[in-house]
């Protein structure tokens, strides 16, 4: 299917989310996924009016900026080796998964800008994947006034693969609880106004339980072109 069609049934399934939750759907930021697709159907996606695209490598972000540029709002959602800052932060707006002291670091240290920071949090535990504990979340916030260009715009995490739903919303309310916590913190450099959290499978749980950025991919824009 053609992406804008894929994305008027999203749509369709975001204002349903919002009505149960009593949100407005100006409240929610679809990012596109496009790390299984090409340039082509990437700026497909754009075409259909997304402003907001994901890429989890930068080499993927990389061979698309040099083609769409400054075109969509770029956000780097997967995880990020230190070391490969430097082939990215001059192009992304966003980066979803900040999760230790060193990223920070190297972070501030190539950036000529402020950059919007999630915080990566692991709110189901699960070993296979990257993020913070919530425990370790508040003082993590706090040492990141020692970096200038990295604003904490809010937190994120991946819930588990699952088709159970209960435990669906316990992860996603999780990080909302979460979120209002350490909004209490008052920190001018970290005010945490959003929750990037949602993807193909359950970004309609997740708006319920609070989410202000979805991450689709699959089901927007497919696996490839």
């Not at 916030?141 to 991946?158: K, R, S």
Request: charged content about 25%; hydrophobic content about 40%; some cysteine.
């Amino acid at each position: 299917m053609r992406v804008i069609e894929n994305l008027q049934k999203i749509k369709e399934e975001i204002a349903a989310a919002c009505v149960k939750s009593n949100r407005s759907p100006e409240e929610i930021t679809i990012i596109a996924v496009t790390k299984y697709v090409s340039v082509e159907r990437a700026n497909e996606a754009i075409e259909a009016g997304l402003t907001h695209l994901g890429e989890n490598y930068d080499e993927g972000l990389n061979a698309k900026w040099e083609v769409l540029k400054d075109k969509p709002i770029w956000h780097f959602i997967g995880s990020l080796q230190t070391r490969k800052v430097k082939n990215i932060i001059d192009k992304v707006d966003y980066i979803h998964s900040l999760d230790r002291l060193s990223l920070a670091k190297e972070i501030n240290k190539r950036a000529d800008r402020k950059i919007k920071c999630f915080v990566q949090v692991n709110v189901s535990g699960e070993e296979s994947k990257h993020g913070l504990t919530p425990e370790e979340v508040p003082a993590f916030l706090e040492a990141l006034q020692e970096f200038p260009n990295i604003v904490a715009a809010g937190l994120m995490t991946m819930a588990p693969f699952t088709e159970n739903k209960t435990l669906l919303h316990q992860c996603f309310h999780r990080l909302k609880e979460l979120q209002l916590a350490v909004q209490n913190m008052n920190l001018d450099y970290a005010p945490c106004t959003e929750l990037s959290m949602g993807m193909s499978n359950d970004y309609s749980i997740a708006i319920e339980e609070g989410a202000t950025m979805v991450r689709i991919g699959t089901a927007l824009v497919g696996e490839d072109a």
